[in-house]
């Protein structure tokens, strides 16, 4: 019997398992994290004598959580991706049963602090364990996919991200109608523990040999570009290569191809080179290696543009899905189960299709990225055009007008990090998608939920341990008001990556043009 090396069983491994094992954990995550807890906040401020703030704030203690590992998974772990990336969900799985021990405490007008405490700590231990997910697993895909596929293979991760919560809804809404919220998180926890082993085996590397990825054609460049300079004189060469380094390295941010590939010259051959792709290395210590990654994306303004947009977008959605079920119960008069199921079947469903529609989009058109950068901030301006919608009385009218509208805030996801991608060097990209996921945290997911637990509180006119009565036309007049600020800034700021991108366009043509011009000027004086 023929024995298969550890590279061919590689490429025997077939990829929709892979996609199909990675979404695995992106759905246990966002069905719980976005989906079920949120649905189950009316219930949580009941049983254990919270208010909206220290609901929020358990949300925003996951975020919190995760990232302050973003960074450091980004830079070391990626060439061990699905060994990282299966510890982290059985970790996650073991937070959400940590979750339900929670309701073992006794519970009084003053022993509710126990409570709170346990579910922090399962919070952030949730966050520790879901950190690697949408740092990784962008980067594993982008490493070993090609360009087409890659648009499609992020806009089913991005898509089953945005159905979890769906199914999360769902589930909680008949936990807090018919079962325990309890019983519901203990399966959801065993299950992920389950499938943590499966995605633990998938294999470092499944890129097949001669299929071009995300970078390719700038080594392709790299190469042309060295062929022409190979024969010409020393001195000057040698100037046009220190000019093209340092812009390489400071004006584009090394995004190009000349900080990133490493050029080596074949034996014998004097025109002839070869570009090798240089991976990321585990190594043991962050210092100058780590500072340099850093400094190298921050320096690349479209990706830090592109990053700040993220996390505004990022700030509002996070606000609005941890007390969508709240604000539906209470300004509509709705059971808090019933609640949960409508934001399952129209609002996530919605999401989930904007995500699925914007990456087969882009696949199809085989995009630009002047084409991904108008599709983030024309789609976002349409999205605040519904933000009306939050001072609707018809709870019917209201849902169906939210579909689109979450349809339109999520069909540039696919967009936005393929944007991220592109603009920073693959060497960098781990590092870059660490950077990211620290930003939108920090500026988004984080303070998101704790505002607007604030915002809940400040309305309230009736307390009884929990809020018993808020002010319904103040909540409605604070949410259209958030909707629309909110998406101007983030239109905005995604409208700069116009500028940004088309300078280092220009830029870069300049770039080529020197080199053209000074390999014509060789080739006359030879």
């Not at 398992?17 to 906040?41: D, E, K, M, N, R």
């Not at 510890?87 to 709170?116: E, K, Q, R």
């Not at 080179?273 to 990321?280: A, C, G, H, L």
């Not at 960098?428 to 996921?437: F, K, L, M, P």
Request: aromatic letters at 12%; glycine letters at 8%; proline letters at 4%.
């Amino acid at each position: 019997m023929r024995r298969f090396s550890i590279r061919e069983l590689e490429l025997r491994f077939p990829r929709w398992l892979i996609i199909l094992l990675t979404s695995t954990f992106v759905f246990f995550q966002s069905a719980t994290q976005t989906g079920f807890i949120p649905s189950t906040i009316g219930v949580l401020q009941d049983s254990f004598n919270l208010t909206s703030s220290e609901t929020g704030s358990l949300v925003s203690g996951y975020d919190f959580a995760s990232m302050l590992l973003a960074a450091p998974i980004g830079y070391l772990c990626v060439p061990l991706a699905p060994r990282f990336l299966g510890i982290g969900m059985a970790v996650m799985a073991i937070s959400i049963i940590t979750f339900t021990f929670a309701n073992l405490l006794p519970v009084g007008p003053d022993s509710s602090g126990g409570a709170y405490a346990v579910l922090m700590l399962s919070q952030i231990l949730f966050g520790f364990g879901s950190s690697p997910l949408y740092v990784i697993v962008p980067v594993y895909y982008a490493a070993n996919m090609g360009r087409s596929f890659l648009s499609l293979a992020l806009g089913l991760f991005y898509a089953t991200a945005a159905f979890g919560p769906a199914v999360g809804f769902i589930l909680g809404g008949l936990a807090v109608s018919m079962w325990k919220w309890w019983a519901a998180m203990l399966l959801l926890g065993f299950s992920a523990f389950v499938f943590s082993f499966f995605l633990f085996l998938c294999p470092l590397d499944f890129h097949r040999p001669g299929e071009v990825i995300l970078g390719d054609d700038d080594v392709e460049m790299e190469n042309t570009r060295r062929e022409e300079d190979d024969d010409s004189d020393t001195g000057s060469q040698v100037a046009l290569e220190d000019a093209l380094d340092d812009f390489g390295s400071s004006a584009v941010g090394s995004g190009g191809s000349i900080a990133d590939r490493i050029v080596k010259k074949r034996p014998g051959r004097k025109s002839e080179t070869s570009v090798e792709y240089q991976k990321p290395r585990f190594v043991v210590c962050l210092t100058s290696n780590a500072w340099n990654a850093v400094m190298v994306t921050l320096r690349e303004p479209t990706f830090m543009v592109n990053n700040l947009a993220i996390a505004t977008q990022t700030f509002v959605v996070s606000s609005l899905t941890t007390f969508f079920p709240l604000f539906l119960s209470m300004t509509f008069n709705l059971d808090e189960g019933l609640a949960a199921i409508f934001m399952g079947i129209t609002v996530v469903p919605g999401a989930a299709g904007g995500i699925i529609l914007g990456g087969y989009i882009m696949k199809r058109l085989d995009a630009s990225m002047s084409q991904h950068i108008k599709m983030t901030y024309i789609t976002t301006f349409m999205a605040g055009v519904f933000s009306f919608i939050f001072y609707l009385e018809n709870h019917i009218v209201f849902l169906v007008l939210l579909a689109p509208m979450m349809a339109l805030v999520f069909i540039s996801s696919v967009s936005c990090n393929t944007i991220a991608m592109r603009v920073v060097p693959p060497v960098h990209r781990g590092i870059a998608v660490g950077i990211q996921s620290i930003t939108f945290r920090l500026l988004g997911s984080v303070p998101g939920p704790l505002i607007m637990g604030g915002l809940f509180d400040a309305a309230c006119i009736e307390w009884d341990g929990a809020c018993l009565l808020y002010d319904i036309p103040r909540l409605r007049l604070t949410w259209l008001i958030f909707c629309v600020v909110c998406c101007m800034i983030t239109g905005i700021l995604f409208s700069l990556q116009e500028i940004t991108w088309g300078r280092r366009t220009r830029r870069e043509k300049e770039l080529r043009a020197r080199v053209t011009q000074h390999s014509a000027r060789t080739g006359d004086e030879l």
